[in-house]
């Protein structure tokens, strides 16, 4: 019974003689004597403990079969779905003029239709909801609370529809919360609001900078403002976009949040993300699934970690996680009704998979799907952390999204760290 491929071991220096057993396809960390460690890899450990070990994932029955297990396990996973999940643009238009912002090349006035909503609703409702499936959207933007009446004018219908199908339906926004306010929400909790997932781009002074109103106005008080007169109501998951420059004074920005009254344990996750070049030009962008390997980058991640958990927030933990491109239920929608699979690839014509009045094309080769399924990556004990990386981050640096965006070296230098961090300072 030999030990995992997908299991990291390191030294425990809390406890000499001991190491620590994290298995990255379970998320599980098991402290365990070397002694221990030496049986398992000798196949001479007591029942209980094979019994122990197995569940948590960290032994398996057969390393081919551990293998090929994974190798389809995403296919599997689009084959038991029962949720459906659309990012759903409902506008172009936004009240802030964010230097970085990726579509500020195909910003403007560009509001979804009443017939694209209309068109929107009726494929949700035959292909997913008839079919028995629970539907989640997430409204995105620009802003789209600047597109409110379209928000409700999908919602309210698919809400009406899942409830008679007997199946579930809930929204989500991806809002600069300027103009989340009390009312807002309270008008939309009876609509399956769950959520919101929020930037705020480090403190006042630095917010105000990257963030702010057209006008020129800071955006931070009217934020913080607005997350205090929410945060009860719905899971605010708040974050913000960092550069080499300024990485180090976003943990004042979570003081900021605690001096307003904020309640941390209330609050989703925060996710601080790097804003990197864009692909082909000078300007920027910001991505959370875009994290490179750069030593500033690691030293910056694993530095906003740890002063995150010692404030008291959460952060995301490494878990095992497919790129939204390779999960058949899952969807962009444009204002227009062009359909993507990744809201960073939404403008490129050849990543267009189809549109709502068309119908789905065949996207396996302008997506690269199963780009993982290969002998380096199957092997790799960090493949539940990465299946092939990011495809927009190949775009940013070669331009195209060909080839394996690995993530061994990034893994390498601060996954050991992470699982420590969560040991002695993560929420349980």
């Given at each position: 019974?030999?030990?995992?491929?997908?299991?990291?071991?390191?030294?425990?220096?809390?406890?000499?003689?001991?190491?620590?057993?994290?298995?990255?396809?379970?998320?599980?960390?098991?402290?365990?004597?070397?002694?221990?460690?030496?049986?398992?890899?000798?196949?001479?450990?007591?029942?209980?403990?094979?019994?122990?070990?197995?569940?948590?994932?960290?032994?398996?029955?057969?390393?081919?079969?551990?293998?090929?297990?994974?190798?389809?396990?995403?296919?599997?996973?689009?084959?038991?779905?029962?949720?459906?999940?659309?990012?759903?643009?409902?506008?172009?238009?936004?009240?802030?003029?964010?230097?970085?912002?990726?579509?500020?090349?195909?910003?403007?006035?560009?509001?979804?239709?009443?017939?694209?909503?209309?068109?929107?609703?009726?494929?949700?409702?035959?292909?997913?909801?008839?079919?028995?499936?629970?539907?989640?959207?997430?409204?995105?933007?620009?802003?789209?609370?600047?597109?409110?009446?379209?928000?409700?004018?999908?919602?309210?219908?698919?809400?009406?529809?899942?409830?008679?199908?007997?199946?579930?339906?809930?929204?989500?926004?991806?809002?600069?919360?300027?103009?989340?306010?009390?009312?807002?929400?309270?008008?939309?909790?009876?609509?399956?609001?769950?959520?919101?997932?929020?930037?705020?781009?480090?403190?006042?002074?630095?917010?105000?900078?990257?963030?702010?109103?057209?006008?020129?106005?800071?955006?931070?008080?009217?934020?913080?403002?607005?997350?205090?007169?929410?945060?009860?109501l719905i899971t605010i998951n708040p974050g913000g976009n960092f550069t080499r420059d300024n990485y180090h004074e976003?943990?004042?920005?979570?003081?900021?949040?605690?001096?307003?009254?904020?309640?941390?344990?209330?609050?989703?996750?925060?996710?601080?993300?790097?804003?990197?070049?864009?692909?082909?030009?000078?300007?920027?962008?910001?991505?959370?699934?875009?994290?490179?390997?750069?030593?500033?980058?690691?030293?910056?991640?694993?530095?906003?970690?740890?002063?995150?958990?010692?404030?008291?927030?959460?952060?995301?933990?490494?878990?095992?996680?497919?790129?939204?491109?390779?999960?058949?239920?899952?969807?962009?929608?444009?204002?227009?009704?062009?359909?993507?699979?990744?809201?960073?690839?939404?403008?490129?014509?050849?990543?267009?998979?189809?549109?709502?009045?068309?119908?789905i094309n065949d996207y396996r080769h302008s997506y690269n799907l199963d780009i993982w399924k290969?002998?380096?990556?199957?092997?790799?004990?960090?493949?539940?952390?990465?299946?092939?990386?990011?495809?927009?981050?190949?775009?940013?640096?070669?331009?195209?999204?060909?080839?394996?965006?690995?993530?061994?070296?990034?893994?390498?230098?601060?996954?050991?760290?992470?699982?420590?961090?969560?040991?002695?300072?993560?929420?349980?």
């Amino acid at each position: 019974m030999p030990l995992s491929r997908y299991l990291k071991i390191y030294p425990d220096p809390d406890r000499p003689g001991s190491v620590l057993l994290y298995s990255t396809r379970k998320g599980s960390v098991v402290r365990a004597s070397e002694t221990l460690l030496a049986s398992a890899r000798d196949g001479l450990l007591a029942e209980p403990e094979q019994a122990l070990l197995r569940r948590l994932e960290l032994l398996v029955d057969d390393a081919l079969v551990e293998r090929k297990q994974m190798e389809g396990l995403v296919d599997q996973t689009n084959a038991r779905s029962t949720v459906f999940s659309a990012t759903v643009v409902l506008t172009l238009e936004c009240n802030l003029a964010c230097p970085y912002c990726f579509e500020d090349n195909f910003r403007g006035r560009h509001v979804m239709s009443h017939e694209t909503a209309r068109l929107l609703v009726s494929h949700v409702k035959r292909n997913q909801i008839e079919r028995g499936r629970d539907v989640e959207i997430r409204f995105y933007g620009g802003e789209p609370l600047m597109a409110l009446h379209m928000l409700k004018e999908i919602a309210i219908p698919l809400l009406d529809a899942a409830t008679r199908a007997g199946t579930k339906f809930t929204c989500s926004l991806v809002t600069n919360a300027t103009m989340l306010t009390r009312n807002v929400v309270e008008d939309l909790l009876p609509l399956g609001l769950t959520s919101a997932q929020v930037t705020l781009d480090g403190p006042q002074h630095i917010h105000d900078r990257q963030r702010p109103f057209i006008s020129g106005k800071g955006s931070f008080k009217t934020i913080v403002s607005n997350l205090y007169s929410v945060y009860d109501l719905i899971t605010i998951n708040p974050g913000g976009n960092f550069t080499r420059d300024n990485y180090h004074e976003f943990p004042t920005m979570l003081d900021a949040l605690l001096a307003a009254g904020i309640d941390p344990a209330q609050l989703g996750p925060v996710q601080f993300a790097p804003i990197h070049p864009k692909s082909g030009g000078h300007d920027l962008h910001a991505a959370a699934c875009v994290f490179g390997d750069e030593p500033w980058l690691i030293e910056a991640n694993l530095f906003l970690r740890k002063e995150t958990l010692r404030r008291g927030f959460s952060v995301e933990k490494p878990h095992m996680g497919v790129c939204m491109i390779e999960l058949t239920n899952n969807l962009v929608v444009a204002y227009d009704g062009t359909l993507y699979k990744c809201p960073t690839l939404m403008g490129w014509p050849e990543f267009a998979i189809g549109t709502l009045a068309d119908g789905i094309n065949d996207y396996r080769h302008s997506y690269n799907l199963d780009i993982w399924k290969n002998d380096e990556c199957l092997e790799c004990s960090y493949l539940p952390l990465c299946f092939g990386g990011c495809r927009f981050f190949n775009k940013l640096k070669t331009g195209s999204i060909d080839g394996v965006d690995c993530r061994r070296a990034m893994l390498d230098a601060t996954l050991e760290t992470i699982v420590r961090q969560d040991l002695t300072l993560g929420r349980q």
